[in-house]
């Protein structure tokens, strides 16, 4: 999807959700790398949200969200038919409030939406193994390795700090 149409379902998922959500994934990458040069594209958007299934089904019955059951799971879709994966308890380990109350504003277009810290991004990545969050974490780590807190890190992610520190020196 165009970084456009991306930003402008960002907006659109905030104001439904009533700010009650933490952008994650490529948004999430994306958002502090300041939108700028974004290095790949995304299919879906990663949401981890501080609403429960109450205001879930509300949502779909007034239109503002879709819910489809494919492959033995729940999916939802942006009247756009954007896909959004919605996190309702943790990312890969962290829990979602921990991830919430530490998260931070950034700007997409007309407003500010939450995304991870810079340390809760890199251990999610880290924690899911997957190729494309490597690539990831290595932009990250060249963008802002001064501005990581590795001593906070290091306290609550001891084994994914050693890795990270490990990578930002190899890619310096």
Same mark, same amino acid.
């Given at each position: 999807?165009?970084?456009?149409?991306?930003?402008?379902?960002?907006?659109?998922?905030?104001?439904?959700?009533?700010?009650?959500?933490?952008?994650?994934?490529?948004?999430?990458?994306?958002?502090?790398?300041?939108?700028?040069?974004?290095?790949?594209?995304?299919?879906?958007?990663?949401?981890?949200?501080?609403?429960?299934?109450?205001?879930?089904?509300?949502?779909?019955?007034?239109?503002?969200?879709?819910?489809?059951?494919?492959?033995?799971?729940?999916?939802?879709?942006?009247?756009?038919?954007?896909?959004?994966?919605?996190?309702?308890?943790?990312?890969?380990?962290?829990?979602?409030?921990?991830?919430?109350?530490?998260?931070? =504003? @950034? /700007?997409?277009? %007309?407003?500010?939406?939450?995304?991870?810290? &810079?340390?809760?991004?890199?251990?999610?990545?880290? $924690?899911?193994?997957?190729?494309?969050?490597?690539?990831?974490?290595?932009? =990250? @780590? /060249?963008?802002? %390795?001064?501005?990581?807190?590795?001593?906070? &890190?290091?306290?609550?992610?001891?084994?994914?700090? $050693?890795?990270?520190?490990?990578?930002?020196k190899i890619i310096q």
């Open positions: 999807m165009n970084i456009r149409l991306l930003k402008d379902e960002v907006e659109y998922l905030n104001i439904v959700f009533d700010g009650r959500v933490v952008f994650i994934g490529a948004v999430a990458v994306f958002a502090h790398l300041g939108w700028k040069g974004a290095h790949r594209t995304t299919r879906e958007i990663d949401v981890a949200t501080t609403v429960g299934e109450d205001t879930i089904d509300r949502l779909v019955k007034e239109g503002k969200i879709n819910k489809f059951y494919e492959r033995r799971k729940y999916v939802y879709y942006t009247p756009h038919g954007v896909k959004v994966d919605l996190f309702f308890h943790d990312v890969n380990g962290i829990p979602i409030t921990e991830i919430y109350s530490e998260s931070v =504003l @950034l /700007k997409v277009v %007309r407003s500010e939406v939450r995304v991870p810290r &810079l340390e809760h991004l890199l251990v999610m990545k880290y $924690r899911s193994g997957r190729v494309q969050d490597r690539e990831d974490i290595e932009i =990250l @780590l /060249k963008r802002f %390795r001064r501005r990581i807190d590795w001593k906070l &890190l290091n306290t609550e992610y001891p084994d994914e700090s $050693r890795e990270l520190r490990a990578l930002a």
